[in-house]
């Protein structure tokens, strides 16, 4: 399962801000993750609730925050932000949208304890 393996990342990650700021816990980890991947937020909170259990981490709130895609309108040449890959363009109405970003999963928030 793809969001196992993003999970497993982000416990990496987060061993490694352990041991590098030695905090105890953490209390609630907020992530960033773009509409354009193809991360269900859903499957991700419940890989790492249970990749979690007994551990350092067990009981961890982890909140997910969908950013918007960003694209690149081949017509009117504009930037946009676009809800999914099928979007037209909201400046336009043109079709043929380049994704340029927001297909990535960010950690943004960690509320520790000390
Ligand atoms: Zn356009």
């Given at each position: 399962m793809h969001e196992l393996t993003l999970c497993e990342a982000l416990l990496d990650l987060l061993d490694d801000e352990?041991?590098?700021?030695?905090?105890?816990?953490?209390?609630?980890?907020?992530?960033?993750?773009?509409?354009?991947?193809?991360?269900?937020?859903?499957?991700?909170?419940?890989?790492?609730?249970?990749?979690?259990?007994?551990?350092?981490?067990?009981?961890?709130?982890?909140?997910?925050?969908?950013r918007p895609g960003r694209a690149r309108c081949l017509d009117c040449g504009a930037d946009v932000e676009v809800p999914d890959r099928l979007a037209d363009c909201p400046r336009c109405g043109g079709r043929r949208l380049m994704p340029t970003g927001g297909d990535q999963m960010r950690l943004v928030e960690m509320e520790i304890v000390a």
């Open positions: 352990k041991a590098r700021r030695g905090f105890r816990a953490l209390r609630r980890l907020k992530l960033e993750i773009g509409r354009f991947g193809c991360i269900d937020p859903d499957a991700l909170v419940y890989a790492f609730d249970v990749t979690t259990r007994d551990t350092w981490l067990d009981g961890a709130k982890i909140e997910v925050d969908r």
